[in-house]
């Protein structure tokens, strides 16, 4: 199957199991991602990181497809352009973060200039002659987000990029991201993070399940309600039963929602 | 710098790799010469036999050590390779050469160690010098049984990763080793065919090891005046194959690397 020209991510009815499990990780989840930035947010547990592994060719598909940069993830080989935060991708062997930046500035024929200057802009010069596994949880998570951004990469999968990361280097990195001409998908589990995002196209995941799509700038007028609501953006089936997305109306207002986690409990 | 030579270097600084294949070697050498040599018959070609045997079959054990050590910590980087093949330059056959390029270079340093020692030891306990007869075929032997070590060693734990789980590592890892005593012990005290010795590449290392320090073919007994002469051209071609044949199917099988969790190797 061939996807777009513009298509950098393609997932079409995607279902993760993983060995040994009894259940999906990841159910029929379909989105298809051009040009453009978008939010996946849901609670812990929910999928989003299966999702992103999935797409990066880390995670085992059960069912349905995935294309990044129009290709099969399961045969696609040697193609530059794509980044991602997920520490377990930089394990290659154990090296000084400065050593791990050589390397990959190696693998991918790019030069590592522009990732050591954002290194010594973010105020972590410190770490370069520590392994990844010295560092602390943020610095390690922020290497991993610029790593990420380095190598001109054309499509970034980050998976909760601002956990642990300070608030001046949350800024920093989210002007960073929307300077980037690069395609986004970004999961988190936190509503707040929207709002320096309305531009960016949004996903919300429960149980295993992609529901969308949605502005991230509209995060304020979106409501939950049990049930099937006839003028829905959209529903899913989840373990209370049908849930419905609304416009302005609604059960649950998400506005002000500080725990995705009970979102769906408070609406039972 | 390139993956290979970082490997390398990797091996070369790795202290468990220089007790293990060096200095518990070392020990069992004291034991050839001091202990274990009482009833040796006197005379220049009795000791030099006695010695070459004895230089093959420990430095037969020092490389087996060598490759599991190393093929071992792909473990932890099922998911960097996994991501590497697909969105960086990385390939399968560079990272099998950068394994090969590391487990040859420490396998011609341990093999002139053990020679320093093998030299050492011996020559002062029988009274006259005993030097490898052929030091550039022996270091042609430490190339290919590196190559040979890493080929099987990669192959076994790639086995492991993409169809069995990590929980069958412990299992797996001392397979090599515990072929490496059978088959090395095995031509030092029983008559076996010719043939079979040929089909074993632990023989054809031992063997070509045998030669290349004592300078006189290796026999299907060694150490013996009496049994059949082995050809060291069918050794080197047999051990050649397996070479071929084993860094094939380590490749193929890194191109189908399963992204897992070091946590599924977990014993308790």
New interface residues.
């Given amino acids: 199957m061939s996807t777009g020209p513009d298509s950098t991510l393609s997932v079409r009815d995607l279902t993760v199991r993983y060995p040994g499990s009894d259940t999906d990780a990841v159910v029929a989840a379909s989105l298809e991602l051009g040009r453009e930035k978008i939010a996946i947010v849901g609670p812990n547990g929910s999928g989003k990181t299966t999702l992103l592994k999935a797409a990066l060719g880390l995670a085992p598909v059960s069912g349905g497809s995935v294309h990044v940069l129009g290709h099969d993830v399961r045969t696609i080989r040697r193609q530059l352009g794509v980044g991602t935060n997920l520490e377990e991708v930089y394990r290659l062997m154990t090296v000084p973060v400065g050593g791990l930046i050589s390397i990959w500035a190696d693998l991918t024929g790019r030069s590592d200039e522009e990732l050591r200057r954002w290194i010594d802009d973010f105020g972590l010069k410190g770490v370069l002659e520590r392994p990844l596994f010295r560092l602390s949880t943020g610095q390690s998570k922020l290497v991993g987000d610029l790593l990420a951004m380095a190598f001109s990469p054309r499509l970034l999968l980050l998976d909760e990029p601002f956990d642990n990361v300070d608030f001046g280097r949350r800024r920093r990195y989210i002007d960073l991201l929307n300077r980037s001409s690069a395609s986004v998908a970004l999961s988190t589990h936190e509503l707040d993070l929207l709002l320096s995002l309305p531009e960016w196209g949004l996903y919300f995941m429960f149980e295993g399940q992609l529901i969308g799509r949605f502005r991230a700038g509209d995060i304020d007028r979106l409501h939950v309600s049990r049930g099937h609501q006839p003028d829905a953006l959209a529903g899913f089936h989840s373990s209370i039963g049908e849930v419905s997305v609304t416009l302005d109306h609604g059960d649950l207002p998400l506005k002000g929602v500080s725990n995705l986690g009970y979102l769906l409990d408070r609406i039972a | ?3 290979a030579w ?2 390398t270097r ?1 091996v070369l600084t790795n202290p468990a790799l220089w007790f293990w294949g060096v200095v518990f070697m070392a020990f069992w050498f004291v034991l050839g010469a001091y202990v274990f040599s009482g009833g040796l018959a006197p005379g220049h070609s009795a000791e030099s036999a006695y010695t070459s045997a004895w230089f093959a079959v420990i430095t037969l054990f020092s490389l087996t050590t060598l490759a599991m050590s190393v093929a071992s ?1 792909i473990t ?2 099922t ?13 399968p056959v560079r990272y099998t050469s950068a394994l090969i390029v590391a487990a040859a270079a420490m396998a011609v340093l341990l093999s002139l160690v053990m020679v320093a020692v093998v030299s050492g030891l011996f020559s002062t306990h029988f009274g006259s010098t005993m030097l490898p007869a052929n030091l550039p075929a022996m270091i042609g032997v430490a190339v290919l049984s590196g190559a040979f070590m890493m080929g099987l060693a990669t192959t076994l734990v790639l086995v492991v990763i993409n169809f069995l ?1 990590l929980r069958h590592m412990n299992f797996i890892e001392f397979f090599p080793l515990i072929l490496s005593y059978i088959f090395g012990f095995t031509q030092l005290f029983l008559s076996v065919p010719a043939w079979v010795l040929y089909l074993s590449p632990w023989n054809d290392m031992e063997s070509l090891l045998y030669q290349a320090f004592s300078g006189t073919p290796a026999r299907v007994v060694l150490g013996t005046t009496t049994s059949p002469v082995l050809s060291w051209p069918i050794s080197v071609g047999a051990l050649a194959l397996w070479v071929a044949v084993l860094v094939g199917l380590a490749t193929v099988l890194l ?1 189908r690397i ?2 897992v969790s070091i946590q599924e190797g977990r014993q308790i």
Avoid: E, I, P, V
Avoid at chain 2, 79 to 91: E, I
């Fill in positions: 710098m390139t993956l970082r490997y990797a910590s932890y980087g998911s960097a390779l996994a991501f590497g093949f697909r969105y960086t330059r990385l390939s789980g191109g399963r992204s």
